[in-house]
Structures are given as structure tokens and as C-alpha cells.
T-cell receptor
């Protein structure tokens, strides 16, 4: 049973370009979360999605960032017009249900996508 | 906003030693989680705690959920080289699944 799959693992973009990060959750999981990790920092929550719905986007910057989790296909985190401050590791995590993290602690992280903005 | 405090930022121990890491907050959390992150990898769950006062073990790891629900500690006994990594505490409040993470403690184990 494959874990959470993220790609690309590494992405280099110039300022002003767009970055698209993809996440396929664990099989059977319909809840996806995106976190951002700056160097020497902990992970910061960005957005929580369930299939086709954004449940909580309180951690998403108001501009340039968007996320989707379509009925078919992976979840996408999209960053438009990237700036140097967007350089970070972006982690996707998935859970079986919306309450399973609270009830069982089960939140499985991918290996991350490392974005470098030149 | 809610914050979890972990210090020191780095710890250096000798192989075979025990080590204890603390995590504190000014806010109450209903669930505490401890994760380990290896370089270039995502965090992996070590221990989850659900009730104030709860003490839980997982092999050489022991963690406790503080009575006040504002702190937790993680103990690693008889450390080995593969214990090297970054240890994060994380907390949950309410019914949401949005984790708040500490900044992590980088553990180095000298052979």
C-alpha cells in the first residue's frame, strides 16, 4: 500500500513563475492537508481539503496561493508569481477521516516538495 | 495564535544515554503528538496522546500528556545512532484536524 506520494520532490522556479505541487493521498484516504516548512522551523498548516471541497484554508496566504482536490486525480497546491520567500518544503498529509487525527493520531505525511525560488 | 515551544534547538548525547525533550504551550491542547523527521523526509508519527496525564510507550520511547494539557515530554532511552533526527511535538484542539507544530529539536547521537 503506497504512502502519500508527492511530486516533484524538488522544484526550482524563477521569481514570477508558477509552481504546481502535486499530492496523491494514501489509498482510501479522502482528507488531504498541506503544510509548509521553512528552514529550521516547524510545519505550519496551510489548508485542509476533502474531495472537491476546501474545509479549512485559514493558513493559506490570501494571494497567489490556491489548492484543490478534484474528484479524480491528485491534490494540487498552486503558487502563482512566486517570490523568494516562497522557498520552503511543502508537505502533504492524508488521513482516513476528518476526525481520525484527533481519534487515532493517524496523519500520514509525504516526503515533501522542496521549492527553491531564484 | 497558538504556539508550541521546544527548547533547546539542538541536543547532543552519547550513544546509550537517555534523553528527555519537553514541549510547552500557553494554550490547552486536547491531543499531543510527537513526530520524528529525518533529513529530506516527511515527519513520521512516534506517539500520540489523548488524555491529560496519559503515559504511553513505544519501544524505547515514552511520552506523557501533561495534567494541565499545556505540556508534554518525550523520553528516549538507551539512544542509538539511528535516533538522530528532528523531533517535533504537535498539538490538536477541538474537533479539527489542524496540527500546530513546535519548531523541533535536532538530536545528535555520538557513537
Amino acid at each position: 500500500n503506497a504512502g502519500v506520494m508527492q511530486n516533484p520532490r524538488h522544484l526550482v522556479r524563477r521569481r514570477g513563475q508558477e509552481a504546481r505541487l502535486r499530492c496523491s493521498p494514501m489509498k482510501g484516504h479522502s482528507h488531504v492537508y498541506w503544510y509548509r516548512q521553512l528552514p529550521e522551523e516547524g510545519l505550519k498548516f496551510m489548508v485542509y481539503l476533502q474531495k472537491e471541497n476546501i474545509i479549512d484554508e485559514s493558513g493559506m496566504p490570501k494571494e497567489r496561493f490556491s489548492a484543490e482536490f478534484p474528484k479524480e486525480g491528485p491534490s494540487i497546491l498552486r503558487i502563482q508569481q512566486v517570490v523568494r520567500g516562497d522557498s520552503a518544503a511543502y508537505f502533504c498529509a492524508s488521513s482516513l477521516t476528518g476526525t481520525s487525527v484527533r481519534d487515532t493520531g493517524e496523519l500520514f505525511f509525504g516526503e515533501g516538495s522542496r521549492l527553491t525560488v531564484l | 495564535g497558538q504556539q508550541l515551544n521546544q527548547s533547546p534547538q539542538s541536543m547532543f548525547i552519547q550513544e546509550g544515554e537517555d534523553v528527555s525533550m519537553n514541549c510547552t504551550s500557553s494554550s490547552i491542547f486536547n491531543t499531543w503528538l510527537w513526530y520524528k523527521q529525518d533529513p529530506g523526509e516527511g515527519p513520521v508519527l512516534l506517539i500520540a496522546l489523548y488524555k491529560a496525564g496519559e503515559l504511553t510507550s513505544n519501544g524505547r520511547l515514552t511520552a506523557q500528556f501533561g495534567i494541565t494539557r499545556k505540556d508534554s515530554f518525550l523520553n528516549i532511552s538507551a539512544s542509538i545512532p539511528s535516533d538522530v533526527g528532528i523531533y517535533f511535538c504537535a498539538g490538536l484542539t477541538g474537533a479539527n484536524s489542524k496540527l500546530t507544530f513546535g519548531k523541533g529539536i535536532t538530536l545528535s547521537v555520538r557513537p
